[in-house]
């Protein structure tokens, strides 16, 4: 009988939950903790199994009967911007994003809260605290980043900071094979800048600048209008059956 290593992960599976993606359907998740010296890599080696970062939690989705969930990772070397992508990226030519330590800070959450209320006031963050928005952030036992994007300002050339009000930000792994971006929020009164799209573009030029060849996205749910945005960025791999298979 072959063993398992004393410390391999122990993965446990959830109860049956409502879907938040498709109305009718139900969801399960298996998970297991991302916790002490293993979690880099182990971060690292679950994210390209299709799995996801919540804090010390990894997860993915175990639905009996449903493989809607799929995990999307964007091909940096390959990309190239649509011309309504270009437009994204003039237009917020102004913002700097600086990468910083996951360190939560009360012009972070009041952004944050604005966005919940705006933008998911029934979804399952809707109630998070100021003290669950600092877990959701510092939580973490592996390469995390906080990404804040502001406009420039006379110091910027200098210093690589904006200087203006926080525009957006970006909770982000540094993974061996790519960035992952794990939560973005952002200002929605300032619509004409398409700030979500910005991000992501944002991430892959990061990802190209740091040599690393993929940006994961998360899961794109088939079916989902509020998840069918990621099928955008092409082209880009999907986990399958039998593996990453190439989208163009």
């Known amino acids: 009988m072959t063993r398992e290593p004393r410390d391999a992960p122990q993965f446990y599976l959830t109860s049956p939950a409502p879907c938040p993606y498709l109305p009718g359907k139900e969801e399960r998740k298996v998970f297991t903790h991302l916790v002490g010296k293993r979690a880099v890599g182990l971060n690292d080696t679950l994210t390209q199994s299709g799995f996801r970062r919540s804090q010390t939690i990894a997860y993915r989705p175990a639905c ?67 003290l669950d928005y600092s877990m959701m952030v510092e ?5 995390s980043r906080l990404i804040e ?8 050339f200098i210093n690589g900071r904006g200087a203006g009000p926080l525009a957006a930000v970006c909770l982000t792994d540094v993974l061996a094979d790519g960035l992952s971006m794990v939560y973005s929020f ?17 991430h892959i030029e990061r990802a190209r600048r740091l040599g690393l060849p993929h940006v994961y996205l998360g899961y ?7 998840m069918a945005y990621k099928a955008r960025y092409l082209p880009q791999e999907r986990l399958g059956m039998n593996g990453w298979e190439l989208v163009k």
């Open 186 to 202: 952002y200002d929605l009164a300032q619509g004409h800048r398409s700030l979500g799209t910005y991000m992501i573009l944002e």
């Open 149 to 156: 994007y502001r406009p420039r300002g006379i110091d910027s």
């Open 64 to 130: 009996e009967n449903c493989r809607a969930c799929v995990s999307v990772r964007v091909k940096v070397k390959d990309f190239k911007p649509s011309r309504n992508m270009r437009r994204v990226m003039e237009a917020n030519e102004d913002l700097i994003g600086y990468a910083q330590p996951p360190e939560p800070t009360s012009e972070q959450y009041s952004l944050f809260r604005t966005y919940l209320d705006q933008r998911h006031s029934d979804g399952g963050m809707a109630d998070m605290s100021v």
């Open 220 to 226: 794109w749910v088939d079916g989902s209008r509020k």
């Open 139 to 143: 939580d973490s036992h592996v390469d």
